[in-house]
């Protein structure tokens, strides 16, 4: 960092630096402003929210606002139940994805072109096309014939495998040099050691990215959680506030759960920001 200030900006490139900066110092408490707002809301009565002209800060902080929404709405179990789906998902989708991408990448059994060619695919394939023949085979599930309906199982096996997952995964593997893997063939390991023990360390970098964007994927999702999950008891945090905004909730329980649903994508963001933007600068798909 300190041999790029130490470069002397002339020019265009100065002009440009400048422009950059002042656009910087505009934009970021514009984008900021909304979120300050929207907590600050969060403490507010009804009345005063709508009151006109509106009030930045709060007459006073009612923090039993907060209490009894979350006890009204029961929201802390629809945050568990968010962060089980989300956790779950991962585990399945990232480890059925490696594994694919492994054998895609490394193994190359005969026809892998075509399988990879048919995931790519599936990106060009709306989520909302699915939905209804997804939502009859989870009714009932092929061979089994069992009805996964109000089952966390039945996202998460509708999310079991992401094409731009498998694709990025296998992307990353075609770097790692064949050498290693020849290497411990001769000294006799077999292919799931091979994926734990040498893919796996050095493929720490994507594995964030994918299991990043898939938690932002699946905790901003509101379709196939309310078209799956139906029953109060599981639905989830997006299903729970649209629901509540379709039914008896005032303006600042409305926004309280918009707080909390914020608060935690923001958190992550702040941690692992520069996991996020490597994700959208290796797939561009934004979650």
Not at 63 to 81: A, E, P, R
Not at 184 to 206: C, E, M, Q, T, W
Not at 211 to 228: D, G
Request: with cysteine; aromatic share 14%; hydrophobic share 55%.
């Amino acid at each position: 960092m300190s041999a790029i200030h130490d470069i002397e900006l002339k020019g265009p490139a100065k002009k440009t630096y400048w422009i950059i900066v002042i656009v910087l110092i505009i934009g970021i408490p514009l984008q900021i402003f909304p979120y300050v707002y929207m907590i600050s809301n969060s403490f507010k009565d009804s009345l005063e929210i709508i009151k006109l002209p509106p009030s930045f800060i709060p007459k006073s902080l009612n923090w039993i606002n907060i209490l009894n929404t979350f006890k009204s709405f029961n929201l802390l179990h629809n945050m568990l139940n968010t962060l089980v789906l989300c956790v779950m998902t991962i585990m399945v989708q990232v480890t059925i994805s490696s594994l694919a991408a492994y054998s895609l990448s490394k193994l190359k059994p005969k026809g892998h072109n075509y399988v990879l060619l048919f995931f790519v695919g599936t990106l060009m394939i709306s989520e909302q096309t699915l939905l209804f023949p997804t939502y009859i085979m989870m009714y009932d599930f092929p061979l089994i014939h069992v009805n996964l309906i109000n089952s966390f199982i039945a996202p998460v096996l509708a999310w079991s495998a992401w094409g731009w997952a498998i694709f990025l995964f296998k992307g990353f593997f075609d770097s790692v040099p064949n050498e290693l893997m020849e290497s411990a063939r001769i000294d006799g390991a077999n292919n799931l050691y091979i994926f734990g023990k040498i893919i796996l360390p050095l493929s720490k970098p994507v594995f964030a990215v994918i299991i990043l964007n898939t938690f932002m994927a699946v905790y901003n999702t509101f379709v196939v959680p309310l078209l799956l999950l139906p029953e109060e008891n599981n639905w989830t945090l997006m299903v729970r506030i649209y629901a509540a905004q379709e039914g008896r909730a005032t303006w600042n329980e409305v926004i309280i759960m918009l707080t909390f649903a914020t608060i935690p994508v923001l958190i992550i963001y702040m941690f692992a920001q520069k996991y996020i933007v490597q994700g959208i600068n290796m797939t561009g798909i934004k979650g």
